[in-house]
């Protein structure tokens, strides 16, 4: 998303206003189901979420991440991140969605060049 891309350049750009600080960064706080429920309505058409297996994660490092995610979670209190960044354009997923061109992303496409 581009909030999240635009609150790293300027934690970047910023050192003496940034330095020091743990900051935690998230667009949004979505469930898989909440996700896909929310695709689905923007796309016109189901969008179905799907767990994948542990042993198919890609290998001993993504396990890791999915373990410490399943069994401890990622916490961002998303409020006081705006709230301390608040120069950055914050949107939700149900925006990011709702700014896409689904028609185009939803079209066959060829791999063929």
């Known amino acids: 998303m581009a909030d999240i891309g635009a609150c790293v350049a300027m934690v970047i750009e910023q ?59 990622y916490q961002v209190d998303i409020a006081a991140l705006h709230d301390a960044v608040p120069e950055v354009a914050w949107h939700d997923l149900d925006a990011w969605a709702a700014g896409q061109d689904w028609t185009a992303l939803l079209a066959p496409q060829s791999n063929w060049a």
């Open 15 to 73: 050192p003496d206003r940034f330095a020091g600080e743990r900051i935690e960064i998230a667009g949004d706080a979505s469930t898989g189901d909440e996700l896909a429920a929310t695709l689905s309505r923007h796309a016109g058409r189901e969008i179905r979420y799907l767990e994948t297996p542990m042993e198919q994660a890609g290998g001993e490092d993504l396990e890791k991440m999915f373990l410490f995610l399943n069994e401890v979670g």
